[in-house]
């Protein structure tokens, strides 16, 4: 089975504060995501990478930024953090599209809290 | 700009009744289309992937159907059972790259 760890559940964090959101795949994907889940808001992309060092902005980039620099693993940093970050964010990977396109498959998320 | 409706955003339904969830999309370019089921504080778990050439797929009690032209696309679950509560999200891909764009979801629960 695919597994996508994010390496923490829960996070609280303060303003200002540069955070780091760890995201490790071990089916050797080319593909990477980065997502935030708001209540009503659905979930919206943040950054994706579709190899090592390679990345796209997504929807709302704006205060995050990506590093990618071996293929198992994507991290999401916020710069400096601001209580309008406070969200669940999601990690996904999957294989690159070819003949027919793969499912994603999603970590268990993580609930950041800036205060 | 793509944009992915789930109808309804709740649903309760008695143990052993067939059910019905909807999506529509308003660009009918989609190279796919995503069913997810998603537990309370969970990820995202993939159940059925259609490609764009594809009319439906079947899992077990699951069966999703795409219609393109029109814009939508049916999650049919049978039997349903206690299980099965969760949210569910339908997300189309489209244009060149991997993007996925989600509706907001279906809160299916499924009373014993």
């Known amino acids: 089975d695919v597994k996508v760890t994010q390496s923490s559940r829960y996070l609280v964090k303060r303003t200002g504060e540069k955070v780091f959101l760890e995201c490790v795949q071990d089916?050797?994907?080319?593909?990477m995501f980065w997502y935030r889940q708001d209540p009503g808001l659905g979930l919206r992309l943040i950054y994706f990478?579709?190899?090592?060092?390679?990345?796209e902005k997504g929807d709302i980039p704006e205060g995050y930024s990506v590093s990618r620099e071996k293929k198992e693993r994507f991290s999401l940093i916020l710069e400096s953090a601001s209580t309008n970050q406070t969200s669940m964010y999601l990690c996904a990977s999957s294989r690159p599209t070819g003949a027919e396109d793969q499912p994603q498959h999603f970590g268990d998320g993580t609930r950041l809290s800036i205060l | 700009k793509q944009e992915v409706t789930q109808i309804p955003a709740a649903l309760s339904v008695p143990e052993g009744e067939n059910l019905v969830l909807n999506c529509s999309f308003t660009d009918s370019a989609i190279y796919n289309l995503q069913w997810f089921r998603q537990d309370p504080g969970k990820g995202l778990t993939s159940l059925l992937l259609i490609q764009s050439s594809q009319r439906e797929q079947t899992s077990g009690r699951l069966n999703a159907s795409l219609d393109k032209s029109s814009g939508r696309s049916t999650l049919y679950i049978a039997a349903s059972q206690p299980g099965d509560s969760a949210t569910y999200l339908c997300?189309?891909?489209?244009?060149?790259?991997?993007?996925?764009?989600f509706g907001k979801g279906t809160l299916l629960t499924v009373n014993p």
């Open positions: 997300a189309v891909r489209g244009g060149s790259n991997y993007k996925l764009t």
């Open positions: 990478s579709y190899d090592v060092k390679m990345k």
């Open positions: 089916m050797d994907h080319e593909n």
